[in-house]
């Protein structure tokens, strides 16, 4: 089932505290359907939980633990369509209480959404 909502394709890492993904939003996916009838455009849920996803696969490949949980300045500047193919790029700053993974989505060279997820470290006692 996780599957067909699976947008998420090969992750590389960039530069040092950088990830970058290639995704495709096939016109099958279940997220296409009834957003909109005749219009079909992404859900911007879709390209956020995309983007959650990138992160935390990049983090289990590290051996990290982290607590996602916020989200600031998410911004939609343009729609994605069926069969379009989209990078994420994710830049990760530690302030010391809080890591920052800033992250923007394009489409060609168009941003379509970026944004701001907060993650907090997770002891690896609890």
Known sequence: MEGQWNLLGEIYSGRE???EVSC????????????????PILPGIAIVHTVRQ??????QK????????????IRFVQPVR??????ITV?????????????????K?????SGLIIGKKVNKDN
Do not use: M, Q, Y
Request: hydrophobic share 35%; charged share 35%; glycine share 8%.
């Open 109 to 113: 060279e168009n941003i379509a959404c």
């Open 17 to 19: 505290n950088e990830i």
């Open 62 to 73: 590290k051996n990290e633990r982290f607590v996602l949980d916020e989200l600031r300045r």
């Open 54 to 59: 990138a992160i935390l696969k990049d983090i």
């Open 24 to 39: 495709f939003a096939p016109a099958d996916s279940p997220w296409f359907d009834g957003h909109f009838p005749g219009e």
């Open 91 to 107: 830049l990760r700053e530690d302030t010391g209480g809080e890591i920052l993974f800033s992250f923007k989505v394009t489409n």
């Open 82 to 87: 069926p069969g379009e193919e989209l990078k």
